[in-house]
């Protein structure tokens, strides 16, 4: 097979697939209310902070392993290191893989729903929350709804197989070509619509001036989990687009690209959302419900709100498949490298399989209402073990195979070969080893502390 690999045509190819990967449901969803709980442009400094220290090194280090040994997740670690067990640091990867998939396609799915709401119209006298219960499936008296949810994550599922199926070329890299200047323009026009709004400066100042009193240990946790998620770090997603890299390509340069972009996305998404929130009097720190609850309530107030919902949603759905796309990718990637399996048969078993495993948490909000894991309902549930524990363990067990098996050193020269704009310097070596894992571990030890403690 060696020789066979398919690889990116051209470096746009790359920076686009991995930073399409990057930008999804965490810039869009999770950055804006994840920063409006913890004093807006106070979080942006210290998530910038951890971005440079945590989430730039880690890119860098998951797409060199991938370029370096040409293979997925479980076939580098075996590659870099014969007869040990450091495989199932892979192999805990695709399982990661495998469970963030089954639940982000959930919500996605409901991204995909409000695009239709929205065509629908989107209308100031409508019950949001009642809306976002009835697509998510919880009986507001009308009895149980399990179709939509299902039928909502099946659609994107069958999307993310699709595309797949086609191959890293044919697939990903011509979707993604496609889909990211897409969302670009969706989320630029929503940008000169929101901070045109009457009133848009109380939420400009909200999210420009920083307010320190928000500013707890938690902040500091919070910035860290979602540098990691944001980019797509801790599971070999990143490693596996690096896999189809050749060798006149430099790992310092791209993955400075695709760090920059996907930060500047979620900053800019903020500055669609925060400015129409407080223009229209709703609360920036609403949480989860946000996006689904109080965005369509901004929408129809606007002006063409429909309209505007319309795009939001779709931009959402958009983000949302092209970072779908590398997870399932990591899945593939490693039946096809492993187990030698066709492409297609890979996408679509294993597309089938994710499916099935997202059927609890799409079911949770009404035949599995009653679930509870430490106060969580299903979908938290999932969410909770891969972000709370197997991300940080896998993000953790890369970080300290790179610095102190394959070497920092190393690892670094590689990453800066042929040399690029950017040439890493020996700090790589104190972040890698030192910074980045004590960092993970205080997330690790807190998170958990912080969850069992209720
Ligand atoms: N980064 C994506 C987002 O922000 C989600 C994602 C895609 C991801 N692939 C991943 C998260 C791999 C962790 C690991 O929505």
Known sequence: MIGDREHWTNRLGFILAAAGSAVGLGNIWRFPFVAGMNGGAAFIIIYLITIILIGYPMMITEMALGKKTQKNPVGAFKAMAPNSPWWLVGALGVFTGFVILSYYSVVAGWSLAYIFRAIGGFTPDMDFASLFYTTIGVDIGDGPNVITPLFWHLVFMALTVGIIASGVVKGIQRWVKILMPVLLILLLILVVRAVTLPGAGAGLEFYLSPDFSEVTGRTFLDAIAQSFFTLSLGMGAILTYGSYLSKDTTISDNGGWVVGLDTGIAIIAGFAIFPAVFALGFEPGAGPGLTFITLPAVFAELPAGS??????????????????????????????????????????????????????????????????????????????????????IGGLLTAIFVGYVWQAKKAQEFANDPPGAINIGDWYGLLIK?????????????????????
């Open 434 to 454: 030192y910074v980045v894992p004590l960092a993970i571990i205080v997330v690790l030890i807190f998170g958990l502390i912080d969850t069992f403690s209720g």
């Open 307 to 392: 309209f505007f919902g319309f795009l939001f949603f779709l931009l959402l759905s958009v983000a949302a498949l092209t970072s779908a796309i590398s997870l399932l990718e990591v899945v593939a990637a490693w039946l096809i490298d492993e187990k030698g399996w066709a492409r297609s048969r890979a996408a679509i078993v294993m597309g089938i399989i994710i499916f099935l495993v997202g059927i609890p948490p799409s079911l949770g909000y009404n035949l599995l209402g009653g679930f509870s894991f430490l106060g969580m309902d299903v979908l938290d549930t999932y969410d909770w073990f891969a972000n709370a524990l197997f991300l940080p």
